[in-house]
């Protein structure tokens, strides 16, 4: 079967990699892909959000499946473009990727149908949030209600910061349209997981569990980014949290997104929090996780296609998840500066030992193919991730391999997966 996989980074790299696993992938086509997805598929020069160029190559080439990747695609209706023109696509519709694409709406859908979370108030007006604000508690969560590359969420810790962030969300419009309106949440502390699940619109299998590391520097200090490792599995999901969330969270969503009218077909991506109260939801994807994609597809069994294809044709209660009984962790190598400003065009070293180390992954996230060889193209460059029999052998193997790969600018956190060192084992 010809498969189309939309988006050009770790993510889809992750995920052009488990179809070139599938036996009935003939062709992988990418659109825009990057280097290292070229080296499994054939890229296209169409970005992401070119939905006209999309749907008219996926025509032309008579593909059979397209995935789409990203976020904005997702928010922005391009399942429903292409479904209108007959093709076959996994990837939720424009009315349910909003899951994803409003805060508010998600926090609306949680308080309807008491799936836990953060207690919270809407605000369409800056000075409705500010009078608000003035009773609230320290620290208060303010987030722009629409997408914002995870960089819309600010946490402040006092009235002032508060008043700053209501002027930088819905005044200045740091995050454009996504500041419109404004969220703004109850503070909780607890640790983090994340947890992927494949949907079908009625039916939810859940994938193992993952942790990413969103800050730049070493001992989560520094900016948010899109993420600069991940470990899976989470040693702190533990089958307590999983017996909770099965019951309050999962199917929960899911029945709550078939009741509004939205049934949701594809990836949810659960962000969850851990806190003293039990699990709550910090956020819902539409999508895979990146880098989460990239330690739990190499750990999946089955044949992506053959899931993909039960979400599709709704009949994924008759589809078992397996994951290996082993560990992943992948470390980010970003350009030095990320996420704020970095030089690339840099010629990356070194990829080839990747090439038959079993057991060892190194995917582009930005990446470019040149004359001269692959060079840098983005602030997150390239994804290192290795398996192991235990996290701390994975974390050990992940360490090594990135450094196998070198580029002027390299910079990583030394400490993702430091977490486990807690872990008795
Ligand atoms: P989100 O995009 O909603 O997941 O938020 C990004 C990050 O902000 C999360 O991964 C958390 O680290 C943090 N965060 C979001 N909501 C809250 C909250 N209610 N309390 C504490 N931290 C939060
Ligand atoms: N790694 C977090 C995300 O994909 O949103």
Redesign the pocket.
Known sequence: MKVLIVGGGGREHAIAASVAGSKRADKIYCAPGNAGIGQIAECVPIGAMEFDKIVAFAKEKEIDLTIVGPDDPLVGGLTDELEAAGLRVFGPRKNAAILEGS?AFSKDLMKKYHIPT?AYETFDEPQEALAYLKTAKMPV?L?ADGLAL?KG?L?CNTLEEAAAGVKTIMEDKKFGAAGNRMVV?????GR?VSVLSFVDGRTIRIMSSAQDH?RALDGNQGL?TGGMGTFSPSPFYTKEVDAFCQEHIYQATVDAMAAEGRPFQGIIFF?L?LTENGPRV??YNARFGDPEAQVVLPRMKNDILDVIDACIDGTLDKVELQFEDNAAVCVILASEGYPLSYEKGFSVRGLERFEKADGYYCFHAGTKRTEEGIVTNGGRVLGVTALGTTLQEARANAYAAAGWVDFDNKYMRKDIGKAIEEIEV
């Open positions: 805060k953060a969560v987030k995870g969420v946490i949440e109850e503070f909780m502390t983090e969103k948010n962000g929090m910090l956020e």
